[in-house]
């Protein structure tokens, strides 16, 4: 999903793995033809916890990885794009939620891992129609902290999230993104 570049960008020739860093610890594909340095960088996501009278906001994926799994819903933040609105504009493609956010519940980097996921607080406007599940999603639901130790949660983040927002732990599910 997140593959190391095999061609330079800038020349078009392979490239080649070179060890750079203070200490020579990092491995990143350098261009022998053209000098060019294809650093590679995190991914950021962004999301949305939207409570409601003790229920949290879930959706279960359509989507590798994680695919028939409840996570809040968000994506991948564009380029240009602040995290608050891609964690909105997310939460309206996958379940049709307008939301406001609220505050910062916490931003869940892990070692080893490519993503770097933000995830709001968030409230659903009056004008916002009834979350149903939309781009990437097969279901969406509103659950309680108890029920919500019932679900498969997708990833760690998802689990450290929830913990955060509601103050109690939940089951962390083996690594994954
Ligand atoms: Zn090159």
Redesign the pocket.
Known sequence: MYARPVF??????R?EERLVGVHHEKSVPV??????VHWIDPKVAAGCLILRDGTVLLVKRAIEPGYGKWVFPGGHVDRGETLEAAALRETREECGAVARIDGLVGAYSYPGRPVIVAVYRATLLPESPAPYPADETLEVGWFTPEEIDGLDLAFRSTADALADLLGRPFRTPPPDV
């Open positions: 330079c960008t800038q020349c078009g020739q490239l261009c022998a033809a053209c000098g060019a």
